[in-house]
């Protein structure tokens, strides 16, 4: 599912707009990946792991019969 950037501005959109588009185009969500913080950060105490956001998120689906 590919969602429209307008004008090439980044524009934040919330995991239910994702979500949603998936299952509005028929599709069964099998499996999310987040990415995780790198464990030389992680081991490094709460600092690094409160301000780490996912750039990416990887979603697989089937499509529905």
């Not at 090439?8 to 913080?37: A, C, Q």
Request: proline share 3%; aromatic share 6%; net charge positive.
């Amino acid at each position: 599912v590919q969602i429209k950037q307008n004008n090439d501005v980044l524009n934040h959109r919330t995991l239910s707009i994702y979500m949603n588009s998936i299952i509005k185009s028929g599709l069964t969500i099998k499996e999310i990946v987040e990415p995780r913080l790198d464990l030389k950060f992680e081991n490094n105490g709460k600092r690094f792991q409160e301000c780490h956001i996912p750039t990416f998120l990887i979603i697989s689906g089937q499509k529905n019969k």
